[in-house]
């Protein structure tokens, strides 16, 4: 037996502003909507799931993998969905994890190398990279020198 029905009636969800919330203290989904984006939370990732393949059947949505878990010791947040999509649409799920994410010492240079065909494909990926940055600290300066050669 499911608690949460999400047909588009709201009147099934207790709302504040754009915060509607159903279930018990115990077992309970809160979608919070901002302009374009929706964050659902709670306690019970099946229902999450429900509820985010409900969305998916009405509105075109993009999950942009940011997973955040309550442990004893603090909050525990992972883009681990996001970085698998990012290495699959590279064609890079076999590789290898690096302890740095760029040789030291590699100079960059616009004029090193001839131009993408499509240069659209680089700053799709660069852009993937910039949100990663979220959680990922240490690829942020390679992803800042990576994001100075975007014109070509």
Known sequence: ???????????????????????????????????????LVGPNPTIIKYATTLLHNHFKLKDL???????????????????LSILSNCGMMGCKPSSIPMMPNNKLHISSRDPLPDPDIYRRLIGKLLYLTISRLGICFIVHKFSQFLSK
């Open 1 to 39: 037996m499911s608690y949460f029905l999400f047909h588009f009636n709201l009147k099934w969800f207790h709302s504040i502003n754009s915060l509607f919330t159903k279930g018990t203290s115990f077992d309970f989904l809160a979608i919070l909507v901002y302009v374009d984006d929706i964050l």
């Open 65 to 83: 993998g940011l997973e955040l878990s309550r442990l004893k010791h603090g909050i525990f947040l992972s883009q681990r969905h996001y970085i």
